[in-house]
């Protein structure tokens, strides 16, 4: 399908896209991201899980709360102090923002620390998984610890007087620490700060049954029947006396502060683009802080303390019942009990990946894969025999979180070896990806790999690979774009869609776009693919326009998006005017969306539906009927200002029937999930759905593991 010239123009600066004069239709982005977070808690929260899987989403549960607070309190936090009005689509106020998600915060914080304290905890002590406090230990445990502690862990402790001569210490982000009141012999009362290290493992394995075990063993253990669990500040705290001698330690607390992260590169201003994003990950230790987390039952003494060093609200204080850095448990997951894990999954490899020549394979017809379903292997492969195949002469990637031991950065450097073309655009400013991200580039770099940083203001978030290829009758291009990252480890728990095409005005396309990351071509029209920032929008807002158009006509108009985020206010109104005009909307959306459904008048033909599950739903799809033709778009891009106006994205459109009809039936059974999906109300709240007493149970990840996978016990 030819996508026509006028999907290229900038956004209009009329009718649609303007912005909407009422905040009722929007709900607040913020809000909405809470309630994404208490949908993962629910499954944590789930006792038809095996423990270990709680466990696994209630650390996600906390990761998720601390980048929230990191990137976005951080942003509100920011306004609400220069007393910038808001600037978010409902117009909640940067201080009632910051009210309503410390309400939420606290709500959700009680039912995680609830649960872990008085079920979860106690349910892994019965079945062999003990972590435990100090007190719980047997006295030859504690001889034993103490050898431990003494060898092991005092030489690398350094407290910190905190006095006139001593001013008090820069906190690192997320850090552990301790804040200590002390009394000398002569009746002074005195602060030191200590900082737990974090280059020892947190978790201490301690022998019930053996008397010997090396110092070196008693980091991370993979067998727990034998073992206590003891955190390492839990050892620390019995024995903060030895750190100061002659001072009686009259108080202490464990506490952790969370500073703002999205600190802005002055991309214009930097002579090198990889020095600057080297400094901004040192700058991202020190931000202004945003929370501070401590422990309960620290004194008012010491919290007061610890508010007013840090000069912070008492908003901003959280007091936590249970481990500080939760997230950190997600290590414990990797112990072996598979009787307390869901058991493993393995995606399926299709048929075309099995034998034959691939690129026959894929010149014959597109193939699309649905990861974790179909394995990512074929991915992996269809780059690697690239590199080994002595017919490809030039290798073309985006890399954004390609995550640690990357085969397809072994295959690049691979290509190279053998005297390939190789170009990797690897996204420095992928957050919290950053030093791996540098890594990687400058091990490409010394391989000889041509390695592009990416551009100056804007990231790049597309997911493309370009593979040339001198065949008998020519050079041939194939390409491969998907809607998750080049990342073989998430790949198993993502949920993405990827496609492999010969087709040549899609890889026409691929090779443009490359030459745009890389160089300096301007390209505002594509042949068939959808590119931000300058195309997609208006690609999409003249697709709605047009299933609208087509609904007055015929009736049936049909409108299918299923997506991360939701935030565009130009594209949340086009759906509205869609729906008004009759066209039926059914949107999932995993994450944030800030469209208010079922509003009288305006929504009341759209449904909003989330599915939080076994598998992180990633993948990024956009359907429109087109009166029985069928449209069909999938790739990097969410709805968010940022993907459309900051990102380089790509969507490219399914031209085959066949898989056309496939990814819809795909959408249609997530679409009917009333096991794991929460249907968005019009007053913002999400409700479970379940199953009526005369439906079928419908979980569209156990019909799609079955359908594509396969499980190994």
């Not at 996600?60 to 709360?65: K, S, T, V």
């Not at 409108?559 to 985020?565: E, G, L, R, V, Y």
Request: aromatic share 8%; charged share 25%; glycine share 6%.
């Amino acid at each position: 399908m030819n996508i026509p010239a006028r999907y290229q123009e900038p956004p209009r600066t009329g009718g649609e896209t303007d912005d909407p004069d009422c905040p009722d239709l929007y709900l607040n982005r913020e809000i909405n991201w809470l309630d994404f977070d208490a949908k993962v808690l629910d499954e944590a929260a789930d006792t038809r899980l095996p423990l270990l899987e709680q466990l696994k989403f209630l650390a996600i549960f906390y990761n998720n709360l601390d980048e929230f607070f990191m990137v976005r309190v951080a942003n509100i936090l920011r306004q609400y102090r220069s007393g910038a009005a808001s600037s978010s689509p409902d117009r909640m106020t940067p201080a009632k923002q910051l009210a309503e998600i410390r309400r939420r915060a606290l709500i959700l914080l009680a039912r995680a620390q609830e649960h872990w304290r008085k079920r979860l905890a106690p349910q892994l002590v019965e079945r062999g998984v003990r972590l435990v406090r100090y007190g719980d230990l047997s006295e030859k445990q504690r001889r034993f610890l103490d050898g431990y502690f003494r060898n092991e862990i005092y030489p690398i402790l350094t407290p910190q007087a905190i006095d006139p001569g001593h001013p008090f210490p820069t906190i690192s982000n997320t850090s552990l620490n301790f804040i200590i009141r002390l009394r000398s012999r002569d009746g002074v009362t005195r602060f030191a700060r200590l900082k737990c290290p974090n280059n020892v493992s947190r978790f201490i394995f301690v022998p019930r049954n053996k008397e010997a075990k090396t110092y070196a063993s008693l980091g991370f253990s993979a067998n727990v029947r034998d073992d206590d669990i003891l955190l390492l500040e839990d050892l620390i705290g019995e024995y903060l006396g030895a750190l100061f001698p002659g001072n009686d330690v009259v108080g202490a607390g464990l506490f952790r502060i969370t500073r703002n992260t999205d600190v802005e590169i002055e991309e214009d201003e930097a002579d090198d683009l990889l020095e600057a994003v080297k400094d901004l990950v040192e700058q991202r230790r020190f931000g202004d802080v945003v929370r501070l987390e401590i422990a309960h039952g620290t004194s008012t003494e010491l919290s007061a303390f610890l508010t007013k060093r840090l000069g912070l609200q008492p908003f901003q204080v959280y007091r936590i019942k249970g481990p500080l850095a939760f997230s950190e448990l997600m290590a414990l997951y990797g112990v072996d009990r598979p009787a307390l894990k869901e058991t493993p999954f393995y995606g399926g490899l299709p048929g075309v990946f099995q034998e034959g020549d691939l690129y026959a394979h894929i010149r014959n017809r597109d193939i699309l894969l649905y990861h974790p379903y179909d394995s990512f292997v074929p991915v992996l492969d269809f780059i690697r025999r690239s590199s080994e195949d002595p017919g490809v002469i030039a290798i073309k990637q985006t890399l954004y979180r390609v995550g640690n031991d990357s085969p397809i950065v072994r295959a690049l450097i691979e290509a190279r070896r053998r005297g390939k073309q190789v170009t990797a655009v690897v996204e420095l400013k992928a957050r919290f990806d950053e030093e791996r991200n540098i890594t990687w580039a400058e091990e490409m770099e010394k391989a000889g790999v041509n390695v592009v940083y990416g551009l100056v203001g804007m990231k790049i978030h597309a997911k493309l690979c370009l593979v040339v290829r001198r065949e008998t009758d020519g050079v041939t291009r194939y390409a491969h774009i998907g809607t998750g990252n080049y990342n073989a480890s998430t790949a198993k728990t993502y949920t993405d869609m990827g496609l492999l095409t010969a087709n040549p005005d899609v890889c026409a396309d691929v090779t443009d776009l490359f030459n745009v990351m890389t160089g300096y071509a301007h390209r505002e029209q594509y042949r068939e693919l959808l590119v931000s920032p300058l195309s997609m929008r208006s690609a999409l807002l003249d697709l709605i326009r047009n299933e609208t158009t087509l609904h007055r006509q015929f009736g049936n108009g049909e409108i299918i998006f299923k997506c991360n985020q939701l935030v565009d206010k130009h594209l949340i109104r086009a759906l509205y005017r869609a729906s008004t005009a009759g066209v039926r909307v059914r949107l999932q959306v995993r994450g944030i969306c800030c469209l208010r459904p079922g509003v009288p008048g305006i929504s009341e033909n759209i449904e909003v539906t989330s599915i939080v599950g076994r598998f992180l739903e990633h993948a990024r799809a956009y359907w429109f009927r087109a009166n029985g033709e069928g449209c069909l778009y999938i790739g990097s891009a969410d709805l968010m200002p940022r993907n459309l106006d900051r990102r380089i994205e790509v969507l490219v459109p399914i031209l085959d029937p066949e898989l056309r009809s496939l990814i819809r039936d795909i959408l249609e059974t997530h679409l009917k999930d009333n096991v794991q999906a929460w249907r968005l109300r019009e007053d913002g709240a999400y409700q479970r759905l379940t199953p009526g007493k005369d439906d079928e149970a419908v979980n569209a990840q156990d019909i799609m593991a079955l359908r594509y996978g396969r499980e190994h016990a």
